[in-house]
């Protein structure tokens, strides 16, 4: 964490956000973001560089009760694995954050305040809802608060594709997501500071996911 908030700075300072991809990327490696991990096993049965639990009342991929029992009695998390967060209120979220010691976080710009990433501790995975150009203009409010973004679809889980076109030299290291799934992996390839993928639906089988496509 340390070396990542010196980087940070160095970025900011110089205004150049090359440095945060290279902190985030590892051998010219692509990361990959499992979402909707729902079960005790999947937490095992594969090993990709995030893992997202989901927390949003709205989410049709929220935990069974036998992973929240097994969350409960484990005293620290790995920090990849990630509490997902979308249309919660501030004290759902600080309640989750205490009772459960995750380490990083992912909420949604809309949906959330500059002001409450700020007072995190957590490493913070910022998304953002892409139906427009326009929307891409809100993550400068969150640019210097965040440790990553996920540019993702109109309707958040719906496996929908973003609705306009990304510029290739968008900024900021994130992760592509939205209908993402094993045979559009190579969009990643159009953008500059994309460093890999976030994925729910398409690592899903008959609406359960699935550990041979993670």
Same mark, same amino acid.
């Given at each position: 964490?340390?070396?990542?908030?010196?980087?940070?700075?160095?970025?900011?300072?110089?205004?150049?956000?090359?440095?945060?991809?290279?902190?985030?990327?590892?051998?010219?490696?692509?990361?990959?973001?499992?979402?909707?991990?729902?079960?005790?096993?999947?937490?095992?049965?594969?090993?990709?560089?995030?893992?997202?639990?989901?927390?949003?009342?709205?989410?049709?991929?929220?935990?069974?009760?036998?992973?929240?029992?097994?969350?409960?009695?484990?005293?620290?998390?790995?920090?990849?694995?990630?509490?997902?967060?979308?249309?919660?209120?501030?004290?759902?979220?600080?309640?989750?954050?205490?009772?459960?010691?995750?380490?990083?976080?992912? *909420?949604?710009? $809309?949906?959330?305040?500059?002001? =409450?990433? @700020?007072? #995190?501790?957590?490493?913070?995975?910022?998304? +953002?809802? %892409?139906?427009?150009?326009?929307?891409?203009?809100?993550?400068?409010?969150?640019?210097?608060?965040?440790?990553?973004?996920?540019?993702?679809?109109?309707?958040?889980?719906?496996?929908?594709?973003?609705?306009?076109?990304?510029?290739?030299?968008?900024?900021?290291?994130?992760? *592509?997501?939205? $209908?993402?799934?094993?045979?559009? =992996?190579? @969009?990643? #390839?159009?953008?500059?500071?994309?460093?890999? +993928?976030? %994925?729910?639906?398409?690592?899903?089988?008959?609406?359960?996911?699935?550990?041979?496509?993670?």
């Amino acid at each position: 964490i340390g070396t990542g908030l010196m980087r940070r700075s160095e970025a900011l300072q110089n205004e150049q956000h090359d440095t945060f991809a290279t902190f985030f990327q590892t051998a010219g490696k692509s990361r990959f973001k499992a979402c909707g991990i729902r079960t005790p096993d999947m937490l095992t049965a594969a090993e990709p560089d995030w893992i997202g639990i989901n927390f949003s009342p709205l989410s049709k991929r929220r935990p069974e009760p036998a992973l929240l029992e097994k969350l409960r009695d484990m005293q620290q998390f790995p920090p990849h694995w990630t509490a997902v967060f979308y249309k919660n209120t501030e004290t759902e979220i600080r309640e989750t954050l205490q009772t459960f010691p995750f380490q990083t976080i992912q *909420l949604y710009a $809309g949906d959330t305040t500059p002001q =409450l990433v @700020r007072s #995190l501790k957590q490493r913070v995975l910022l998304a +953002v809802a %892409v139906r427009t150009p326009g929307d891409l203009a809100q993550v400068e409010d969150f640019a210097a608060d965040v440790d990553c973004f996920i540019l993702d679809g109109a309707v958040p889980g719906s496996g929908q594709s973003i609705e306009t076109a990304i510029p290739a030299d968008f900024p900021y290291p994130f992760l *592509l997501a939205g $209908g993402m799934h094993s045979g559009n =992996l190579d @969009r990643v #390839l159009a953008f500059i500071h994309c460093i890999g +993928v976030d %994925v729910a639906s398409g690592i899903e089988t008959d609406g359960q996911v699935d550990a041979g496509k993670i």
